[in-house]
């Protein structure tokens, strides 16, 4: 891919779960994704790349925390023990997988601008449409006594 075409990502109404603050946060992932697409080129040093992959990383461990209260309190892990831990596991392999790309870095192994902006496009795609509806519309019924 060559730096002039910047893949992003839209905020879509198909990725709306309803929860505000869910729903804030991905707004504010899905910009993160943005600006590190932009900023990023195939010449990007691996510093450059790493100060994006850190910022992207602590926002969505905050992220995570806040949905993962959110399934402990108000008992999706208890009522709906497989989709909380199916939402939980891929919490941790991004994290996983977001601190492969970091060692990798630091290990002087190049890390493509295309690579990993696919990566984070493709992941947080997948896991809002899938993972986090799941929760969203578990959450709303929970809110407002299972009726929409």
Known sequence: MSD???????????????????DDQHRVL????N??????????TAEEIGRIVRGL???ADYHFKIEER???DHGYARERSADAGSHLREHREF?????EVGQRL???KRVTRDEL????????????LHSDKILGAFLLDKRIGGSR
């Not at 002039?4 to 869910?22: L, N, P, Y």
């Not at 600006?35 to 990007?44: C, F, G, R, V």
């Not at 994290?95 to 601190?99: G, P, T």
């Open 30 to 33: 899905i910009n993160m994704l």
């Open 57 to 59: 990383l602590n926002y």
């Open 95 to 99: 994290v996983a997988q977001v601190m």
């Open 4 to 22: 002039e075409m910047v893949q992003s990502i839209a905020w879509r109404r198909d990725f709306a779960t309803g929860v505000g603050i869910i």
């Open 35 to 44: 600006d590190a697409a932009a900023k990023l080129t195939d010449q990007s």
């Open 106 to 108: 630091e290990q002087g």
């Open 117 to 128: 902006v696919t990566f984070l496009i493709g992941w947080l795609t997948n896991h809002i």
């Open 70 to 72: 959110l399934i402990e």
